[in-house]
């Protein structure tokens, strides 16, 4: 079910389920100790074992996604804007022109979230023949909240980590990691009010928490509730009728309220 390893014809053969995942990750530090693109690794490697259960197609994971608010850090990749806008759209136009109408963006990082929030509603208001469903990045949040033993986690924190000892073990560095808690040290309070530099203020070494605390255990199970829950999405996805059938509906609906307007 790995795009890039099978044959042109096993790929119309796998089209007839409809639904393929996009996996989505970063470029970006992630603490002293983690591989800068933990997040797609991670995110491609939850989609091909939830592939095992379930057959779905599961394309490379994108590293090259939207990072400006890592950009004063070494080995950040961010691309603009809009020409990621434009790509994700033609990458997604892509997959359902190979017969694949249900996309599931698999997204692994933070940054990404409201970007593809937007695309949700472009595509959509472009009268697109697929439906794209994106699932948040944690699947199963309340095994997470059993198993972590800190207070604040985000970023190459406790959970992050975990994964990472699990399913990549060779690339973590855990004797890099800091001795000491690391917290939010952003000194100034416009709540409830955001702004573009919060994060930065937060987080300056793009560290949160305390990444002694992750353990290979800790990230078999998190793996193995997300891989489960990713199973159950894609039988949703799948048995789904509704969502493509509304897509349709808003787009006839979009097209005759501006023929009223013209």
Not at 21 to 26: A, E, H, K, L
Not at 131 to 157: N, Q
Not at 181 to 198: G, I, L, Q
Not at 224 to 232: F, I, K, S, T
Request: overall charge neutral; hydrophobic content about 40%; some cysteine.
């Amino acid at each position: 079910m790995q795009w890039e390893k099978i044959t042109a014809n096993d790929l119309v053969q796998v089209a007839k389920e409809e639904v393929c995942i996009i996996p989505i990750g970063s470029l970006e530090k992630h603490g002293e100790h983690l591989p800068m693109g933990i997040d797609g690794l991670v995110t491609h490697k939850v989609a091909l074992l939830a592939a095992k259960e379930e057959p779905v197609a599961v394309l490379p994971p994108l590293f090259y996604t939207y990072t400006k608010e890592m950009k004063n850090l070494p080995g950040a990749i961010s691309i603009e804007t809009g020409l990621l806008l434009g790509f994700l759209e033609n990458l997604c136009d892509e997959v359902a022109r190979n017969g694949f109408r249900k996309i599931i963006l698999l997204n692994g990082h933070g940054g990404n979230n409201a970007l593809l929030k937007v695309l949700l509603q472009q595509v959509c208001d472009k009268g697109k023949n697929y439906a794209l469903y994106v699932p948040p990045i944690y699947l199963a949040p309340e095994v997470i909240g059993k198993l972590k033993e800190t207070s604040e986690t985000g970023h190459a924190c406790e959970v992050e980590t975990s994964f990472a000892l699990y399913l990549y073990p060779e690339l973590c560095k855990m004797d890099r990691v800091p001795e000491e808690f690391y917290t939010s040290r952003k000194d100034y309070d416009v709540s409830p009010a955001v702004t573009s530099v919060d994060w930065y203020a937060s987080y300056p070494d793009a560290y949160v928490g305390d990444a002694r605390k992750a353990s290979v255990e800790k990230g078999k199970k998190m793996v193995e509730a997300q891989v489960e829950r990713l199973v159950e999405l894609i039988r949703k996805v799948k048995r789904d009728k509704r969502v493509l059938a509304k897509v349709k509906e808003f787009g006839e609906k979009a097209k005759a309220s501006q023929s009223l307007s013209d």
